[in-house]
T-cell receptor, first 113, second 114 residues
Framework: DAGVIQSPRHEVTEMGQEVTLRCKPI?????LFWYRQTMMRGLELLIYFNNNVPIDDSGMPEDRFSAKMPNASFSTLKIQPSEPRDSAVYFC???????????FGPGTRLTVL | AQSVAQPEDQVNVAEGNPLTVKCTYSVSGNPYLFWYVQYPNRGLQFLLK??????LVKGSYGFEAEFNKSQTSFHLKKPSALVSDSALYFCAVRDNTGGFKTIFGAGTRLFVKA
């Protein structure tokens, strides 16, 4: 298995632009998580899905952020419009049935100028 | 509410010496506890977990952790540190009351000197 796949690995954009991050979880995993990592705030859970359904989005910072999981093999995290304070590394992780560990993707480093 | 504390920002040890990275937690029910490691420019990698049973849990790369319910701690240990163990270590917790939300600590940077 290729593990969790994220794209792009690096994204540089200008303030106000729309950004879409993509994730392919490990096949067969029921849970998908989106995290944001910054020096100041550490690793924050943004949202997680179970069987493609969003379960807890309380970590999504504001309405500019949205996440979808149209099928078991694909999820997106969208920021519109982007702001410089959104600059961070965004990780996607997946997990099989409770209470197993999470497998993290390599992350997308987002820089908003 | 769940919480995790890693009291040390950085731990320095000499190669060959034992290492301990500390973690304490707070959950409303019984805890599920995890340790992850992050190398530069990489995602987190799972090391070990405690779900139930023996309080001493063994994991990858020679690491182990001891669950102490009375002290609400789950310290990560290794008998003999390697330079290659230098990385960022995260403790994580969730409770067993139904939600799948895992809370991660702030991380502890381990530096092993040759």
């Amino acid at each position: 298995d290729a593990g969790v796949i994220q794209s792009p690995r690096h994204e540089v954009t200008e303030m106000g632009q729309e950004v879409t991050l993509r994730c392919k979880p490990i096949s067969g995993h029921d849970y998908l998580f989106w995290y944001r990592q910054t020096m100041m705030r550490g690793l924050e859970l943004l949202i997680y899905f179970n069987n493609n359904v969003p379960i807890d989005d309380s970590g999504m910072p504001e309405d500019r952020f949205s996440a979808k999981m149209p099928n078991a093999s694909f999820s997106t995290l969208k920021i519109q419009p982007s702001e410089p304070r959104d600059s961070a590394v965004y990780f996607c992780a997946s997990s099989s049935t409770d209470p197993n560990e999470q497998f993290f993707g390599p992350g997308t480093r987002l820089t908003v100028l | 509410a769940q919480s995790v504390a890693q009291p040390e920002d950085q731990v320095n040890v000499a190669e060959g010496n034992p290492l301990t990275v500390k973690c304490t937690y707070s959950v409303s029910g019984n805890p599920y506890l995890f340790w992850y490691v992050q190398y530069p420019n990489r995602g987190l990698q799972f090391l070990l977990k405690y779900i139930t049973g023996d309080n001493l849990v063994k994991g990858s790369y020679g690491f182990e952790a001891e669950f102490n319910k009375s002290q609400t701690s789950f310290h990560l240990k290794k008998p003999s540190a390697l330079v290659s163990d230098s990385a960022l270590y995260f403790c994580a917790v969730r409770d067993n009351t139904g939600g799948f939300k895992t809370i991660f600590g702030a991380g502890t940077r381990l530096f092993v000197k040759a």
